[in-house]
């Protein structure tokens, strides 16, 4: 299997000019007994395999750089703070800020830093953490909830989501927490925003009559395309290493399970049947 990936990855990258995604992983959450634990599986939905097995809570996990540590938010410790998963196995808790709550962390492209939301004072807000020294430093100082941050693939602007004008919206901001300018003007409930590797889009989740869809927005052009259409809820959508694909949860079947489309929305396809899948995120290219 793994042989007949890389062929596939060299004829796409000898037709495309692209690597082709044969050999990336999707790395999600899903509920066990009375808990909910990480899993891994191929780009296809093939070779699931388990990850964590604490019986709590493991949410939100988020890839590396080079796919080579799994970052993501567990209960294992009786309150939620974020853990590191690298592929030995060896599992350790990252020195981010001591809180009632730790959530939604998210590599920086370099690796070097993770930025995250916390409630250390009193409200979630967006903070840095260093890797290199495990120095925090806040990003955002408002009284409103600032919420799942995405690093741009350069570095130099981080996307989240605030609802600082009445209703959660998505924003971006500078890497240092400056220069906040809002994005999205339509939905009453804007979150989850994904910047693709190629820097000229976010996709993110919009609710429309009730229900979650996923939307793309084209930052050079200013504009907002819809992918899904009323097909139960769709939620976090994190986009493969091509930028070329996007994969997503949903309910559209009765419960949660992940699913992958092209970027325009065609081609979807659902990789697990277990129900109750949830934040998936796709590996970048491995070394």
């Keep these: 299997r793994r042989?007949?990936?890389?062929?596939?990855?060299?004829?796409v990258q000898h037709f495309t000019g692209a690597p082709g995604i044969a050999l990336?992983?999707?790395?999600?959450s899903s509920k066990?007994?009375?808990?909910?634990?990480?899993?891994?599986?191929?780009?296809?939905?093939?070779?699931?395999?388990?990850?964590?097995?604490?019986?709590?809570?493991?949410?939100?996990?988020?890839?590396s750089p080079i796919a080579d540590i799994l970052a993501f938010v567990s209960w294992r410790d009786k309150q939620p703070a974020i853990y590191l998963l690298d592929g030995d196995g060896k599992l350790s808790r990252a020195p981010s800020l001591a809180s009632e709550l730790s959530a939604a962390p998210e590599w920086s492209p370099d690796g070097r830093k993770m930025v995250y939301a916390?409630?250390?004072?009193g409200n979630l807000e967006l903070y840095i953490l260093d890797m290199t020294n495990g120095?925090?430093?806040?990003?955002?100082?408002?009284?409103?909830?600032?919420m799942a941050p995405a690093y741009s693939p350069n570095g130099r602007e981080i996307a989240f989501t605030s609802d600082r004008s009445g209703n959660p919206q998505i924003y971006v901001m500078d890497a240092e927490g400056l220069n906040v300018r809002r994005v999205t003007f339509e939905g009453s409930y804007n979150d989850s925003a994904a910047w693709s590797p190629d820097?000229?889009?976010?996709?993110?989740?919009?609710?429309?009559?009730?229900r979650f869809d996923v939307f793309v927005y084209d930052i050079p052009g200013d504009r907002h395309r819809r992918l899904t259409f009323g097909e139960g809820n769709n939620a976090n959508p994190r986009w493969s290493p091509d930028s070329r694909h996007l994969v997503f949860a949903s309910d559209r079947r009765g419960t949660y399970d992940i699913y992958t489309m092209r970027a325009d929305g065609s081609r979807v396809t659902r990789l697990t049947k277990g129900g109750d899948c949830f934040t998936p995120d796709w590996s970048r290219w491995s070394k």
């Design 3 to 11: 042989i007949a990936h890389q062929v596939s990855d060299v004829l």
């Design 24 to 28: 990336t992983w999707i790395a999600f």
């Design 32 to 63: 066990h007994g009375d808990g909910k634990e990480l899993f891994l599986m191929d780009y296809d939905g093939r070779r699931i395999r388990r990850l964590t097995t604490t019986g709590t809570l493991n949410l939100t996990p988020a890839w």
């Design 118 to 121: 916390a409630d250390a004072g």
């Design 135 to 146: 120095r925090n430093a806040r990003l955002t100082r408002t009284p409103s909830i600032e």
């Design 199 to 210: 820097g000229d889009k976010i996709a993110y989740v919009s609710r429309i009559n009730g």
